[in-house]
């Protein structure tokens, strides 16, 4: 059975096209696939903790040296890895914010970012641990910054999941939101065309 993992990272809890956008995609995914398992991750209502030294500190103490507060922290970074491992679809709803993505999508790739855990180190140079995986990055943007040197999220997003082993990253954009009435419906009517392609 094929999973879907979708993960909302914007800032506001109603209304952000970039979610709106990724829940357009997951159905078409599913209408695709089915019987497909969908987990959606809320990254702003789950609050996850900056990193800090309490956490850095779980995440580096080993398992048998951890105190309680310690397990529940790893415990907490263990079950989001598992549900990322578990899904063979990634839909990342990712919002331009000054040129990069939200906090809170920050802070989840740090809590997901585990040396032997998602990659390690050898001989010949990093290797990513998260492999198979297909997936689409949902990008909404209030200018037009794709292809542009403006657009650091872009080349980040891929770095970083390709770090993790995802190379197969596809991006959909809707840019220019914040442009005009006429410059967003052609926004959101490419971005749903790209979506229907899917």
């Known amino acids: 059975m094929t999973t879907i993992l979708q993960i909302n990272s914007a800032a506001r809890s109603q209304g952000a096209q970039s979610t709106l956008l990724a829940d ?9 696939n089915p019987g497909a398992k969908t987990v959606v991750r809320n990254l702003l ?23 309680p507060e310690q397990k529940a922290i790893n415990a907490r970074s263990a079950a989001l890895i ?12 990712a ?4 040129f990069g993505i939200s906090s809170q999508l920050k802070t989840y790739f740090d809590w997901i970012a585990r040396a032997g855990i998602t990659f390690r180190y050898t001989a010949t140079g ?16 209030g200018g037009k910054y794709a292809g542009t040197p403006h657009d ?3 080349p980040y997003l891929s770095s970083f999941l390709g770090f993790l082993g995802m190379s197969d990253v596809n991006f959909i954009y809707a840019e220019g939101l914040a442009m005009g009435p006429e410059v967003a419906n052609a926004a959101l009517s490419a971005a749903r065309d790209a979506i229907a392609a899917v």
């Not at 209502?45 to 105190?67: K, S, V, Y």
């Not at 598992?82 to 709803?93: H, K, M, Q, T």
């Not at 919002?95 to 000054?98: E, G, K, R, S």
């Open 24 to 32: 357009e995609l997951t159905l078409k995914l599913q209408q695709a």
């Open 45 to 67: 209502a789950d609050n996850l903790p900056h990193l800090d030294d309490a956490t850095l500190g779980a995440f580096f103490t080993p398992d048998e040296e951890r105190t």
């Open 82 to 93: 598992a549900e990322l491992l578990a899904a063979d679809i990634v839909v990342i709803a």
């Open 95 to 98: 919002p331009l914010y000054n």
């Open 126 to 141: 990093p290797e990513g641990l998260v492999q198979g995986k297909k997936v689409y990055v949902v990008s909404a943007r």
């Open 152 to 154: 650091s999220q872009t």
